[in-house]
T-cell receptor
Framework: AQTVTQSQPEMSVQEAETVTLSCTYD???????LFWYKQPPSRQMILVIR??????QNATENRFSVNFQKAAKSFSLKISDSQLGDAAMYFC??????????FGKGTKLTVNP | DAEITQSPRHKITETGRQVTLACHQT?????MFWYRQDLGHGLRLIHY???????NKGEVSDGYSVSRSNTEDLPLTLESAASSQTSVYFC?????????????FGQGTRLTVV
């Protein structure tokens, strides 16, 4: 079974600053994928960034980047130059050969002006 | 544009009633999933399907059922609604054998059981 742990129920950051959201996971599979999803108040689930476990290079999407530590099973999300629109729930998820997404409990990010 | 839609967006029902939540996708995806979202629990998998006539139980399947008669639809039925099933429900779909590609989510259905 796969599990995902997000140890920070809530985080806050000042506008224009950088924040890092933590995620650890457990899986017995060798081929898997990791994701960060954003859920704003509209409830829509929005893919922020994905990482293939077989790739050593950390994924980057504009202001969003990950720190993928495979041996430690850690997959943190860094948001640079935080904007008010980044305020949302963020979910870390893992997906293996079964195609099922397994989610963490989420981190609520507040961005202060 | 392809999309995945859920209906209704909001529903209030009474304890003991049967309720069906609809999910329709036009991505032509084989994989479809139902999740429930509760505060402090994230998203938990209820049922999923890899194709027509295929259904599987997830981690919180008790009291729920699904059927897959075509590629586009995976309705979720609550056989006898209970207050513990008050939640936000999400449907998602994804392509087959493409574990790294994006799973697309519907807008969610907020269900209240009174």
């Amino acid at each position: 079974a796969q599990t995902v742990t997000q140890s920070q129920p809530e985080m806050s950051v000042q506008e224009a600053e950088t924040v890092t959201l933590s995620c650890t996971y457990d899986t017995s599979e060798s081929d898997y994928y990791l994701f960060w999803y954003k859920q704003p108040p509209s409830r829509q689930m929005i893919l922020v960034i994905r990482q293939e476990a077989y790739k050593q290079q950390n994924a980057t999407e504009n202001r969003f980047s990950v720190n993928f530590q495979k041996a430690a099973k850690s997959f943190s999300l860094k948001i640079s130059d935080s904007q008010l629109g980044d305020a949302a729930m963020y979910f870390c998820a893992v997906r293996g050969g079964s195609e099922k997404l397994v989610f963490g409990k989420g981190t609520k990010l507040t961005v202060n002006p | 544009d392809a999309e995945i839609t859920q209906s209704p967006r909001h529903k209030i029902t009474e304890t003991g009633r049967q309720v069906t939540l609809a999910c329709h996708q036009t991505w032509n995806h084989n994989n479809m999933f139902w999740y429930r979202q509760d505060l402090g629990h994230g998203l938990r998998l209820i049922h999923y399907s890899y194709g027509v006539q295929d259904t599987n139980k997830g981690e919180v399947s008790d009291g729920y059922s699904v059927s897959r008669s075509n590629t586009e639809d995976l309705p979720l039925t609550l056989e006898s609604a209970a207050s513990s099933q008050t939640s936000v429900y999400f449907c998602a779909s994804s392509g087959t054998g493409t574990g790294g590609t994006e799973a697309f989510f519907g807008q969610g259905t907020r269900l209240t059981v009174v």
